[in-house]
């Protein structure tokens, strides 16, 4: 146990459906990381945020967004879904900027 | 750019026998680096990590990497495999600084025969 975790474990939604994935970090963990991982694309980072702000942006679409939250919990919001978002989303922390991260069991989306 | 290139999308050993995973990346700087391991169905476990320091890092599980600059490697070994150690493989690399991403690799399938 990583002490990760997310929400909920699986998802199952129609194609231009919003849903809202929820991660909690370890307890004194400042940064998280989301990724999304599909057998096309492999692992690939979306989003990081510190204490609250946004702080690296890689291949997140205009139709997902994420927040980070003062009790440090972040919620990744995924919008107009298609059948190509289908993938697990995986959370991560650290307790600074950098450092090994530390995985929570993914949440998996499945767009029909 | 920084990647990660794991030329072997899937490995069978036996179980007991020797095992090594390649890793190679390219970075302009001393990376971090890590490996990380999937069972089917899970999140990722961190298996062992290299920032700076001795190039032969131990991590848990019985698993150890080296760390080779001259030829922009990261291998993980494990000299006798177990059956519970079929699973998914992940080399990544880690910028560090202010934006602490991971880039990784498409991954190893690692299967025991018994």
């Known amino acids: 146990d990583s002490g990760v975790t997310q929400t909920p474990k699986h998802l199952i939604t129609a194609t231009g459906q919003r849903v809202t994935l929820r991660c909690s970090p370890r307890?004194?963990?400042?940064?998280v990381y989301w990724y999304q991982q599909s057998l096309d694309q492999g692992l690939q980072f979306l989003i990081q945020?510190?204490?609250?702000?946004?702080?690296a942006k890689g291949n997140i679409l205009e139709r997902f967004s994420a927040q980070q939250f003062p009790d440090l919990h972040s919620e990744l919001n995924l919008s107009s879904l298609e059948l190509g978002d289908s993938a697990l989303y995986f959370c991560?922390?650290?307790?600074?900027?950098?450092?090994?991260?530390?995985f929570g069991p993914g949440t998996r989306l499945t767009v029909t | 750019a920084q990647s990660v290139t794991q030329p072997d999308i899937h490995i069978t050993v036996s179980e007991g026998a020797s095992l090594e995973l390649r890793c190679n990346y390219s970075?302009?700087?001393?990376?971090?680096l890590f490996w990380y391991v999937q069972s089917p169905g899970q999140g990722l476990q961190l298996l062992l990590k290299?920032?700076?320091?001795?190039?032969l890092v131990q991590g848990i599980k019985g698993f150890e990497a080296e760390f080779k600059r001259s030829q922009s490697s990261f291998n993980l070994r494990k000299p006798s495999v177990h059956w519970s150690d079929a699973a998914e493989y992940f080399c990544a690399v880690g910028r560090g600084g202010s934006q602490g991403n991971l880039i990784f690799g498409k991954g190893t399938k690692l299967s025991v025969k018994p």
């Open positions: 945020y510190y204490n609250g702000e946004e702080r």
């Open positions: 970075y302009g700087a001393t990376p971090y």
């Open positions: 307890s004194g963990d400042l940064s």
């Open positions: 290299y920032f700076s320091g001795d190039t």
């Open positions: 991560a922390s650290t307790a600074g900027l950098a450092g090994e991260q530390y």
